[in-house]
Nanobody
Framework: QVQLVESGGGLVQSGGSLRLSCAASGFSLEPYPIGWFRQAPGKEREGISCISSSASITRYADSVKGRFTISRDSAKNAVYLQMNSLKLEDTAVYYC??????????????????WGQGTQVTVSS
């Protein structure tokens, strides 16, 4: 079955860290730029980071820049989002998604075509 599966979410205190994983089954992530998005209750989904297929390009939303780091491991067919210095406002469901190789790495939701089911991140005070 062709799918993306996010994992690594959970409950963490403010200032803590989590590492999210995005694993692919049924296909290789290698050709695809990957984006991470999040959606908080009552808010629109927000693009927070992306990584190009070669990992030479990464982008971050201002809201996470300097705190989150995106990476990929072709051997494990996975992409990761290391989240440090977590804040209450980082509470959301986090999703990974793939976009067409010709489009490249971007934070716009509309360019992404295959999505995972999401993983919940809850930051407590």
């Amino acid at each position: 079955q062709v799918q993306l599966v996010e994992s690594g979410g959970g409950l963490v205190q403010s200032g803590g860290s989590l590492r999210l994983s995005c694993a692919a089954s049924g296909f290789s992530l290698e050709p695809y730029p990957i984006g991470w998005f999040r959606q908080a209750p009552g808010k629109e989904r927000e693009g927070i980071s992306c990584i190009s297929s070669s990992a030479s390009i990464t982008r971050y939303a201002d809201s996470v820049k300097g705190r989150f780091t995106i990476s990929r491991d072709s051997a494990k067919n996975a992409v990761y989002l290391q989240m440090n210095s977590l804040k209450l406002e980082d509470t959301a469901v986090y999703y990974c998604a793939t976009t067409a190789p010709r489009i490249g790495c971007g934070l716009g939701e509309s360019q992404y075509v295959r999505w995972g089911q999401g993983t919940q991140v809850t930051v407590s005070s």
